[in-house]
């Protein structure tokens, strides 16, 4: 009987599922604006069983009573339904704002990226914090499109990168670096640890510019730093221990080679070997290390450590109405030759509070204080001039001699200055002061005072010693020190009044009126004197007071503002924003001291429009920008640039003796205004499946009344004056994308940016050209109409000469000698571009430029059950350098020493060679003191920029400890880099006319562990 009863009951309860499952579940899918949704996913949780909503929002599904239907679209939150009933129901998905709340920093506050209007570019903080950075630049190197960092030394204490930031490309012939904003106060970037930023914005147009002004022509990067938030304290400790040394380094040959190269130099001149077959086997087999040398300088000189190493600590946290953050780093970066260092000192303090319902106060205190040490040699020798020795010294020329006595050439040795422990020492303090109160006098209004406080002061001792290479002869007649002082202190003040509201939650309104204060001064002292009675005292009183001197100089420079932005969006899917700044400077004259600068913008994110819905499952995000606006530039021509300057020094007799005089040598111009960059440009942001952002822009930005030198006719008997006459277009486009996903356990992400520039000069001050000459007065370059700012200019080649007889036939009309030489089988072949028949300064031309037309960036990151990897690469293409004189090397004694790529030249059983023939000296027909595009090298590159590899430790076993968080990582900055330039030379290396010789600190490549710890 039990058995029946069970079987019934069973059989019931399986007809109640049955008829369960058989229920129909109806219902509408809509977003938060009453809009049906079309192909939203329907399922039971858990299952396979769904469905997608119709064109009309509408599902129909079977479920059982009690079931969960998970609901979900990209680009919305998921939404999860109990089943009780058949419905019909109706489900409202909310967005996933994610991406659209995220807030970037723009000029004077914060936006919503999805409401921005201008083009703005920004990079995370974990892409610059947890790196083993000597530079916050290099952290931001490749990181954005259209923001070019150029990177050119590796020395302890000096950031070039900072100084060759270039936004949509070089604009001016003046000062093109971008204006840079710290917490709100125009600073520089150096001075910041890394760990402490927060945020870094790029304001790249004239849309998102324009709100500062006359100083924001060649684009403005804003940075926060870190700020406390409400909630218990939290420490953090960071530390990273690394090693550095060169990228790339040429190679030269050894004392062997250059012998055999050095007679046959002389052979193709006519000469008689200087070498014998012994001579060179000795030097090859260096069994006479003091008669036949074979000294590897590269090897002496690199001997520094290159040790580096960094730690951070900073403590956060507090209540509702008082939030802190505190911080105090360390850099210690040892370099790659004896004598360099760089020991710096960051402490930051960032307090916010609230005094009052309505008023609240913040406060930032930020120092830094550097330590910086950089080698120098006898008669004022700075350091530049050990790697002009060092390209140039000669193998053949011994370090020490048998006695330990010094070898040495005219120039001198530079180990033995490196022994000397000569430096240069400088100390440099950097204090920042930042405080505001800001009074709420209504929910939509509110007011708020800023002032900011900046003062650097440094001090350098700068001893050079005179060096005793043997007991007959020291280099340097006196030991000299000169020694200097310099500091500056800008204050402003910022008065802000800021409105916002919404009306009926679709018309969105802001507006920000501001006035800015602004006071700069600067003051430099500089004293001389030599003959020290002991060359470690470094103090003026122990030197004589013969051929004393003494400097200085002070600046003054003031600035009022007015400005003020309006932003406003319908249903935050019509966009605009106007912005207005008008600028009063000290620089100018009166009736020309005032400019205003506007700008405006607007967008329309048309994927919220009814028509995208249809595409809305693939394009979830769609934005259109069109910008246009007016910048300035005042950072131009000095500090007093329109007023009659006295010189003094020039003396005249007067009543039969010599009197002190004084008078006006330039031509001053009363009439200088603002440079002006009129920038426009056109702009769509775009989302895929909610996981691939798209940015692509084009711009063009055109700068007029360039700031220029101008001719003054002989009978005015004054110098030159400045004129606003020049004009520059910068035009291109930008492409970002960034995707992230997930497969099983492993998060990843990848994305690339990648930007074209076009630079032109559309004008010069007199129309003509205008030359560019090395310190030999050869020109190596061109300002041009219609051509690149920065353009070698110089002759074409086509190959080598391989007879006389094609030599004759070249030039029938003749030719200009080079170096005082005619050309001879193995030598260049110079193209007459003209085609006159001759060849002569006519026929040169513009043959490439310094500044990239492509500039790209990519990355990869993954992360897997707490294994972490990033991978970031960086590169140009469309740009040219140029090595001459010791950087290529030339046969000339022991003051030089060619590369090995002397070794494949021609000759007439070596016709296909990559380089011409021998000669003596650098003043040949084919040798690179000719510009030609033979010399001017393709520096396009791809560099791996950052590799890191981190493990966290499982919060299970710290939690035990009391600790939040552990990360152990590797670091590699510039680990390999791929390119055609000249072998051992970084496609980076700065063009000038002393490095384009190899005289400059070599950018490095370093290894690094580092270690993370929250408490």
């Known amino acids: 009987m039990r058995q029946k009863f069970l079987f019934l009951i069973l059989a019931l309860f399986g007809l109640m599922l049955q ?14 604006s009453g809009e049906a949704i079309i192909g939203a996913s329907v399922i039971v949780t858990g299952t396979t069983n769904g469905t997608v909503t119709d064109f009309d929002g509408n599902f129909t599904l079977k479920a059982n009573q009690g079931d969960e239907l998970t609901i979900s679209y990209i680009g919305y939150v998921n939404q999860t339904v109990k089943v009780s009933g058949s419905g019909p129901f109706t489900i409202i998905l909310k967005e996933d704002n ?37 530079s916050l630049a290099m952290g931001m190197q490749g990181k954005m499109a259209g923001v070019q960092i150029k990177n050119t030394t590796g020395r302890p204490g000096v950031d070039d990168s900072e100084n060759s930031i270039r936004i949509r490309g070089t604009g001016t012939f003046n000062n093109a670096s971008p204006m840079i904003i710290v917490d709100g106060m125009e600073s520089t970037m150096y001075q910041l640890d890394p760990n402490d930023i927060e945020s870094i914005s790029v304001l790249k147009d004239a849309a998102s510019a324009a709100i ?36 790339r380094l040429a190679k030269y040959v050894n004392s062997a080679e250059y012998a055999e190269l050095t007679n046959e130099a002389r052979a193709n001149e006519g000469y008689d070997p200087l070498y014998t077959a012994q001579d060179i086997e000795l030097f090859r087999n260096g069994s006479d290390p003091y008669g036949h040398p074979n000294t590897d300088w590269y090897d002496l000189m690199y001997q520094g450590s290159g040790f580096q190493m960094t730690h951070n600590v900073n403590m956060s946290g507090g209540t509702e109405d008082v939030r802190y953050m505190v911080s105090a780093g360390y850099t210690d970066l040892n370099g790659i030759i004896k004598n360099f260092s760089n020991d710096r000192y960051n402490i930051r303090m960032n307090l916010d509070a609230n005094l009052t319902k309505r008023l609240e106060a913040s406060f930032s205190m930020a120092y830094t204080r550097e330590d910086v040490v950089k080698p120098t040699g006898p008669d004022n020798h700075n350091q530049d001039y050990f790697f002009y020795l060092l390209t140039k010294l000669s193998p053949m020329v011994p370090c020490y001699l048998e006695n330990g006595d010094y070898g040495y050439i005219g120039d001198g040795n530079p180990i033995a200055w490196l022994d000397s422990g000569s430096t240069a020492d400088q100390i440099r303090n950097n204090l920042q002061l930042v405080g505001s109160l800001k009074y709420n006098i209504l929910p939509e209004l509110s007011f708020k005072v800023m002032t900011s406080y900046k003062a650097y002061s440094g001090e350098t001792h700068d001893m050079h010693k005179a060096v005793r290479y043997n007991q007959n002869y020291i280099h340097g007649s006196v030991d000299k020190l000169t020694e200097n002082l310099y500091s500056d202190f800008r204050i402003s003040n910022d008065f802000l009044l800021e409105y916002t509201k919404t009306l009926q939650d679709v018309h969105h309104l802001h507006a920000l009126a501001g006035y800015h204060t602004e006071y700069y001064r600067d003051h430099y002292i500089d004293a001389y004197r030599e003959d020290l009675a002991n060359s470690n005292l470094y103090e003026l009183d122990a030197a004589g007071t013969k051929n004393q001197s003494s400097a200085g100089s002070r600046h003054e420079l003031s600035m009022l503002s007015w400005f003020g932005r309006v932003n406003y969006d319908y249903l935050g899917r019509y966009l605009f924003e106007a912005n207005l700044r008008y600028d009063g400077t000290s620089r100018f004259a009166s009736g020309h001291r005032w400019g205003a600068f506007p700008s405006v913008s607007a967008g329309w994110r048309f994927s919220d429009e009814k028509f995208w819905r249809p595409l809305a499952n693939v394009v979830d995000n769609a934005k259109l920008r069109i910008s246009w606006g007016q910048l300035g530039n005042q950072d131009i021509a000095g500090y007093y640039p329109t007023v009659s300057m006295l010189t003094l020094g020039q003396n005249y007799a007067f009543n039969g003796s010599i009197s002190p005089g004084a008078v006006t040598k330039k031509a001053v111009n009363k009439d200088l205004k603002w440079e002006t960059t009129t920038t426009w440009g056109i702009g769509f942001d775009m989302t895929f499946f909610n996981q691939l952002n798209v940015i692509l822009d084009y711009y063009n930005k055109t700068t007029d009344g360039i700031l220029m030198p101008v001719n003054t006719p002989v009978t005015f008997a004054l110098e030159d004056f400045y004129d606003n006459v020049g004009k520059v277009r910068n035009s291109g486009f930008e492409l970002s994308l960034n995707y992230h996903g997930r497969i099983g356990k492993v998060n990843y992400q990848v994305g690339g940016n990648f930007a074209y520039n076009k630079n032109t000069i559309l004008k010069m001050s007199d129309g003509g050209d205008q030359y560019v000459s090395d310190s030999n007065g050869a020109v190596y370059a061109i300002m041009r109409e219609g051509e690149s700012m920065n353009s070698f200019f110089g002759y074409k080649t086509d190959g080598f000469f391989q007879s006389q007889a094609e030599i004759d036939a070249a030039y029938p009309n003749g030719y200009t000698q080079f170096g005082g030489r005619s050309p001879k089988p193995g030598d260049l072949k110079y193209v007459d571009i003209n085609g006159d028949g001759k060849l002569d300064a006519n026929d040169r031309t513009v043959l490439g430029s310094w500044s990239p037309s492509y500039t790209f960036g990519f990355h990869l990151g993954a992360d897997w059950k707490g294994f972490d990897l990033m991978a970031s690469f960086q590169g140009a293409a469309g740009v040219n350098g140029y090595v001459t004189r010791e950087g290529v090397g030339y046969v000339n004694g022991d003051a030089s020493k060619p590369s090995t790529l002397w070794l494949d030249h021609w000759t007439p059983a070596n016709t296909n060679a990559k380089m011409p023939r021998l000669i003596q000296g650098m003043e040949g027909w084919s040798m690179p003191t000719t510009t030609s595009d033979f010399w001017m090298q393709d520096a396009s590159y791809l560099r791996l920029k950052t590799l890191q590899i981190g493990y966290t430790l499982p919060k299970s076993l710290l939690n035990k400890m009391g600790i939040s968080n552990v990360r152990i990582f590797y670091t590699g900055e510039n680990l390999f880099t791929i390119t055609s330039f000249m072998e051992g030379y970084d496609p980076e290396a700065p063009v000038t006319d002393d490095n384009m010789k190899g005289n400059y600190y070599p950018q490095i490549k370093s290894h690094s562990v580092g270690l993370n710890v929250t408490f």
């Open 19 to 32: 008829a369960t499952a058989q229920t129909t579940v109806t219902g509408i899918v809509k977003d938060s």
């Open 98 to 134: 994610e991406i659209l709340e995220e807030v970037v920093v723009v000029g004077y506050g914060t936006q919503k990226k999805a409401n921005l209007t201008g083009s703005v570019s920004s990079v995370d903080s974990k892409d610059v914090g947890n790196r083993a950075l000597t």
């Open 212 to 247: 500062y002004g006359s100083k924001a022509a060649n684009g403005v990067i804003v940075i926060t730093t870190k700020r406390g938030k409400a909630g218990k304290a939290q420490i953090n400790y960071s530390a990273t221990f690394g090693w550095s040394k060169p990228t």
